[in-house]
T-cell receptor, first 114, second 117 residues
Framework: DTAVSQTPKYLVTQMGNDKSIKCEQN?????MYWYKQDSKKFLKIMFSYNNKELIINETVPNRFSPKSPDKAHLNLHINSLELGDSAVYFC?????????????FGSGTRLTVV | AQKVTQAQTEISVVEKEDVTLDCVYETRDTTYYLFWYKQPPSGELVFLIR??????QNEISGRYSWNFQKSTSSFNFTITASQVVDSAVYFCALSPTSGGGADGLTFGKGTHLIIQP
């Protein structure tokens, strides 16, 4: 069983569209995250979600919004997609907000905006 | 604010050579975790090691070893007798252990390691 699974693995869409990336973890972790990896491979945290507390990286445009229907899911919604949103998005989870027991990453979603 | 610096953007060595990847970090936290991840060409992030700031002992796992020096804020990674399969991008990362919120990991920019046959 995959610990942190993301769907879809690849997503190609046109500018201006709205899209979602789903993330599910079966580890029983209570904190989930979204990271963005740009074309230069730089990884940066976008959001973390713990016990209904959402912490947003201040550099993330408000077109991006995480939605957590339950503790096992943290989906990423992106409105009005722009070319610069093209990147690989990684979902991750941890037990506790400090990663005391490590972080588990999904395999990534490659988003291409054309 | 936290910062992780991996000054080596790309390293290329011939197979069987030893190679060290440097990592220097900055943090105001008194306790923290340090990590190394490997990202092979297939793209997934593979966890290699987590080190608590309390524990300055070096660690060895097969051909991999890590040298943590709190005095110089460094957490370097050495691969002994490198192999072509070690070719990947390697990330050093930092996470606080206390305080409010859920900050996740602060990553360095990665070192692209190329092992030539």
């Amino acid at each position: 069983d995959t610990a942190v699974s993301q769907t879809p693995k690849y997503l190609v869409t046109q500018m201006g569209n709205d899209k979602s990336i789903k993330c599910e973890q079966n580890l029983g972790h209570d904190t989930m995250y979204w990271y963005k990896q740009d074309s230069k491979k730089f990884l940066k945290i976008m959001f973390s979600y713990n016990n209904k507390e959402l912490i947003i990286n201040e550099t993330v445009p408000n077109r991006f919004s995480p939605k957590s229907p339950d503790k096992a899911h943290l989906n990423l919604h992106i409105n009005s997609l722009e070319l610069g949103d093209s990147a690989v998005y990684f979902c991750a989870s941890s037990q506790g907000p400090r990663g005391s027991y490590g972080y588990t990453f999904g395999s990534g979603t490659r988003l291409t905006v054309v | 604010a936290q910062k992780v610096t991996q000054a080596q953007t790309e390293i290329s060595v011939v197979e069987k050579e030893d190679v060290t990847l440097d990592c220097v970090y900055e943090t105001r936290d008194t306790t923290y975790y340090l990590f190394w991840y490997k990202q092979p060409p297939s793209g997934e992030l593979v966890f290699l090691i987590r080190r608590n700031s309390f524990d300055e002992q070096n660690e060895i796992s097969g051909r991999y070893s890590w040298n943590f020096q709190k005095s110089t804020s460094s957490f370097n990674f050495t691969i002994t007798a490198s192999q072509v399969v070690d070719s990947a991008v390697y990330f050093c990362a930092l996470s606080p252990t206390s305080g409010g919120g859920a900050d996740g990991l602060t990553f360095g920019k990665g070192t692209h390691l190329i092992i030539q046959p």
